[in-house]
């Protein structure tokens, strides 16, 4: 879609802008920002909650840009920002409502999430193949790689070749291996010819327009920058973080309710990913140190998925075909598929290798090729460089400092977003260790209560101290921060009582909320009591089976 389009949100629009300015006021490191007339009713929105603005931080080396409202007609017309956090589940990175749909729209809401996001471009980006949008990353993103989402060509080919399909059932079978399973550049074009003279397509204007694009969507000519994707199924198309909550019958006035239901669910996976990763020691299938290097410094899944590739060295022998210098090259195949050997060129000095797969450059896990190379070289370890700490198990430890060199700014906004997110990883922590006892639980829920009355009673001490001032403040037509003397928020009796309300209604969910993490707790602690004693039963019969 390439022209302007207009939309509104009716009384919802409202409903939105109040739950952002209410979220701003209790913490200051929320973001939001609108842009459009003075009444908002015309304009985009954009926010991003202070986890959202510190996982990116952690996690902003890929990034994709869902618009799938566009698309299947949604009645609102909500995009967010996504990347993959360190198990590989969807996370956040802010959201938008894009009621004008221009360029400069498009221009202004990239600005805006860069502004919100510390100013830190990241290495990629993927997006539907819009003109628009291809204007604004080019604009405001010059030196992130722009991958067009191959889904979403996949099903726009399904519609600009509907005829084509229906007369020929397998053409839709073959152009998705075409697309997907080809290993090589040069496999691909012999592939795409083919494909084109079997079906008698060769002067198809949409699939000669999809070929001219190739470099921006085929898989054979991203892979030398990084996307993060681990495993086949990544980014299988649509918005996965709000798959199932945002739907197209989703309503402005539903919106919000369901935006805060996809972040609890997802805290909740992450948090179990955590528990998993942290209780479940994985079973390791060869004697290999590097194998045990991975398995406690990996998380769970990212761990399982190197495991895989160490495992296939067994069947993929290096094979030394060249030697120069320091550097060697080594030719790598599985038994019997001679015609699909890699190439890896292998610098004993600095135990650096790169392989013609360019796995590790697009997933950031190593592959078998390179690491059947280090088997053959007695490359007992994995060197540093090959473990990038966004995959690690303390990919959220340390100072908000992104790999890429991205220091977060040092302003008292951003300071605010700092601690709001190291106390909640510092809470986290007595919830794990809560976890693993009846005795443990209550000396955490003892603590914690305590920590909430000190934290109270220093708030209430601290109440006439001014308030910090805020990122932005929800300005029209373009960003404010908001500097110098503010308008009181609480400006009647009505508003202030209009306040309490909304907080005491506020701390009531909480509250819910917390009573499922409790039962959710119990559950667990329970069932841990149920296997240890099942596992005493066993163990008891065992030993009356060796007496008799």
């Known amino acids: 879609m390439n022209t302007s389009r207009q939309r509104t949100l009716g009384g919802g629009g409202q409903h939105v802008l109040d739950y952002l300015k209410r979220m701003q006021a209790e913490n200051p490191a929320f973001f939001y920002a609108v842009q459009g007339d003075n009444d908002h009713t015309g304009g985009n929105i954009f926010w991003a909650d202070a986890a959202s603005r510190m996982n990116y931080s952690y996690f902003g080396d890929t990034v994709t840009f869902d618009t799938s409202y566009r698309t299947n007609q949604y009645r609102v017309p909500f995009a967010s920002f996504t990347g993959l956090n360190h198990h590989g589940q969807p996370v956040l990175f802010g959201c938008a409502l894009i009621l004008s ?7 202004w809401l990239f600005q805006t999430w860069l502004q919100a996001m510390s100013g830190c471009q990241p290495v990629s980006i993927t997006t539907d193949p819009d003109r628009l949008i291809q204007v604004a990353v080019s604009q405001i993103l010059p030196e992130t790689r722009h991958r067009f989402c191959k889904w979403g060509i996949f099903r726009e080919t399904q519609e600009k070749l509907a005829q084509i399909y229906q007369s020929h059932p397998t053409f839709e079978t073959e152009f998705q291996k075409c697309i997907n399973e080809t290993e090589s550049i040069d496999e691909f074009e012999s592939c795409w010819e083919s494909l084109l003279q079997r079906y008698y397509v060769m002067d198809n204007e949409w699939l000669q327009s999809m070929y001219n694009a190739r470099q921006q969507w085929v898989p054979v000519y991203m892979r030398d920058a990084f996307f993060g994707e681990i495993s086949s199924t990544d980014r299988s198309g649509g918005n996965s973080f709000f798959d199932g909550y945002i739907t ?8 919000i309710k369901q935006y805060e239901k996809a972040l609890a669910s997802w805290h909740e996976k992450e948090f179990k990913a955590d528990y998993d990763t942290t209780n479940c020691t994985p079973v390791l299938k060869t004697p290999s140190p590097m194998e045990k290097q991975a398995a ?12 895989e590739e160490l495992v296939e060295t067994l069947a993929n022998p290096a094979t030394k075909i060249d030697e120069s210098g320091a550097v060697t090259t080594y030719r790598v195949a599985k038994f019997g598929e001679d015609h699909k050997a890699r190439t890896v060129n292998f610098n004993s000095f600095e135990l650096k290798a790169g392989c013609s797969c360019h796995m590790f450059e697009y997933s950031g896990i190593i592959c078998r090729h390179i690491l059947a190379v280090f088997r053959a070289k007695n490359v007992l370890t994995l060197p540093s460089q090959y473990l990038l700490k966004r995959w690690t198990r303390n990919a959220k430890t340390g100072s908000a400092v992104d790999e890429r060199g991205c220091d977060m700014p040092n302003s008292a906004q951003e300071s605010l977003t700092v601690r709001y997110n190291n106390l909640r990883q510092e809470a986290i922590k007595y919830v794990e260790e809560g976890a693993k006892s009846i005795h443990i639980y209550n000396v955490a829920m003892d603590a914690l209560r305590e920590a909430a009355n000190k934290v109270i009673t220093a708030r209430n001490q601290g109440s006439g101290a001014t308030h910090s001032t805020t990122l932005t403040n929800g300005g029209s037509r373009d960003l404010h921060a908001s500097e110098g003397t503010q308008t ?6 009505d508003e202030k009582e209009k306040k309490i309300s909304e907080m005491t209604a506020e701390l009531e969910n909480i509250n819910q909320r917390c009573e499922v993490y409790r039962s959710n707790l119990l559950a667990v602690l329970r069932d841990m009591e149920e296997q240890k004693l099942k596992l005493s039963v066993k163990v008891q019969n065992a030993r009356l089976s060796l007496k008799e």
């Open 101 to 107: 749909e221009s360029e400069s729209s498009f221009i």
């Open 248 to 255: 197209a019958s989703t309503t402005a006035q539903m919106l």
């Open 296 to 307: 406690s410094l990996y998380t769970r899944r990212v761990f399982l998925k190197f495991q």
């Open 488 to 493: 009181p928020i609480y400006q009647s009796v």
